[in-house]
């Protein structure tokens, strides 16, 4: 049985703003210049410098290519097999519900790809059970690639001593509003209370202005959502480990106020029409060309929306609260996706090689791209003088005040329990429910699969 892996709740508050350039191997002050090729780290002894060709694929979930981080990955990898002419890396780039199914399905086979991406703790664990990925202490150990990371990020990647999986970022969920709708509805200050938000979801409905941006068809985005609600009505974190500990149950006053106030948003058409057939790429373009007012997600989208044509027009507030209770500074903390290695990988040595190439030099790259905002690794560098925009400076200056926070849903539960969680607020979309009949569905769900 793997340990019992430590909680993140502090991690984002202790060290999300540390960056350190230096971290990638590069001497200059502001890491903004230099090409990251210049610190390249060296291929693997008997690696893949040389000899055979090799060819490995690296599965991903950068289907948008105009965001910085899929321009990142094309850089990257691009750089690797400039250096390593032997070397070939196949991209199979899918949205992030078709990976995790495509991926279980590999699992099932034993056909994990050479690189593949995983969720942290819970969605980690059954692949780590089985055996399927590889331990990669090694590839930290390389380069100083370890002290890169932000302190106790990795233990949510970790089991028994070892790290199975290298995160893509560090985040907490922010609400991204365009101010210039905001305007034309009328309304004046951001919310911080539901109530306020609520009202003003009517606001910019009746000026027929879609108030929210999601893409339910990926069904995780409503369960993010969601969870920042259940954050604030059982007045601060872990709810849902009291359920694993047996204080509390799924039909809990905090868990029912939470189905209803999500309930409220939907009722009062806080959401694009047809949500549910909208992927969530397409459901951050909604926001992203000025056709919604608010997009609820996670700090990885500062960069897209930065580049975007309302970047200039978009601010960023906390979660308010519901009836009185949560503290704006505790957040829904997103230890990103990890980068994982197929223990039966037939170039396990290569990976490991490129992996550590990747890994190491992402940060400045990211810096470069002005995608700063929501990294695992420390970074370094003035962003003002590196012109980032008020809105990244903003999102980062909201990491220093994090107090602590939840995890994703299903990166708390096994996957049998959040499944059912995902299939039935996705639902909530299509029909309303009572909220206690929901309630009723997540315990019985827990109860047969604990």
């Known amino acids: ?25 590069s001497n200059n002050d502001s890491g903004n210049n230099a090409s990251p090729s210049g610190s390249a780290p060296a291929a693997s002894e008997g690696g893949a410098a ?7 694929t690296f599965q991903n979930i950068y289907p948008d290519p105009t965001t910085p ?4 990955l094309k850089q990257l990898v691009q750089e690797y097999q400039d250096a390593h002419p032997n070397v070939k890396i196949e991209l199979d780039t899918l949205n992030t519900d078709n990976q995790k199914q495509k991926l279980k399905t590999q699992a099932a086979s034993k056909q994990i790809p050479d690189i593949t991406m995983v969720n942290p703790a ?7 059970d089985a055996g399927l990925f590889a331990p990669l202490n090694d590839v930290l150990d390389k380069n100083g690639l370890k002290d890169t990371y932000q302190a106790g990020l990795l233990d949510n990647y970790s089991f028994d001593g070892n790290v199975y999986a290298l995160p893509d970022g560090n985040n907490i969920e922010v609400v991204f509003y365009n101010k210039e709708l905001f305007e034309q509805a009328g309304i004046s200050k951001i919310p911080t209370t539901f109530d ?5 979801v009517k606001a910019l409905k009746a ?16 369960s993010f959502l969601f969870m920042n609600i259940l954050l604030r009505t059982n007045g601060g974190p872990g709810f849902l480990s009291d359920v694993v500990s047996g204080k509390k149950t799924f039909e809990d006053p905090a868990f029912i106020t939470a189905v209803d106030k999500f309930q409220d948003l939907v009722q009062a058409g806080a959401f694009p029409d047809g949500a549910t057939s909208i992927d969530a790429t397409a459901g951050s373009n909604l926001f992203k060309t000025g056709k919604a007012a608010m997009f609820i997600l996670g700090t990885w989208e500062t960069g897209a929306i930065d580049s975007s044509s309302v970047g200039s027009k978009v601010g960023a507030f906390q979660f308010p609260t519901v009836d009185g209770k949560g503290d704006l500074n505790e957040y829904m903390l997103a230890p990103g996706t990890a980068f994982a290695i197929s223990a039966n990988s037939k170039h396990i040595d290569v990976a490991k090689d490129f992996l550590n190439f990747y890994t190491l030099n992402l940060p400045k790259v990211q810096f470069e791209l002005k995608n700063a905002v929501g990294q695992p690794q420390k970074v370094e560098g003035d962003l003002k003088a590196a012109g980032y925009s008020d809105l990244s400076i903003d999102v980062m200056n909201m990491f220093q005040g994090v107090k602590g926070g939840d995890l994703a849903f299903d990166n708390t539960m096994v996957p049998a329990v959040a499944q059912v969680h995902l299939n039935s607020l996705q639902n909530l ?11 009723k569905e997540h315990q019985a769900a827990y109860e047969a699969n604990k």
Not at 69 to 72: D, I, R
Not at 122 to 128: G, S, T, Y
Not at 196 to 200: A, G, I, K, R, V
Not at 429 to 438: A, L, P, R
């Open 429 to 439: 979309f299509v029909q309303k429910v009572e909220s206690s009949q929901v309630a």
């Open 122 to 128: 819970a969605q980690m664990k059954p692949f780590v």
């Open 207 to 222: 000026k027929g202005i879609t108030p929210i941006a999601i893409g339910e068809k990926d069904s995780w985005t409503g």
């Open 50 to 56: 040389g000899g055979e060709n090799v060819s490995i």
């Open 69 to 72: 981080t899929a321009k990142a």
């Open 196 to 200: 306020e938000m609520l009202e003003d």
């Open 1 to 25: 049985m793997a340990k019992k892996m430590k909680t993140v709740g502090m991690v984002l508050a202790a060290s999300a703003l540390t960056l350190s350039l230096a971290a990638c191997g």
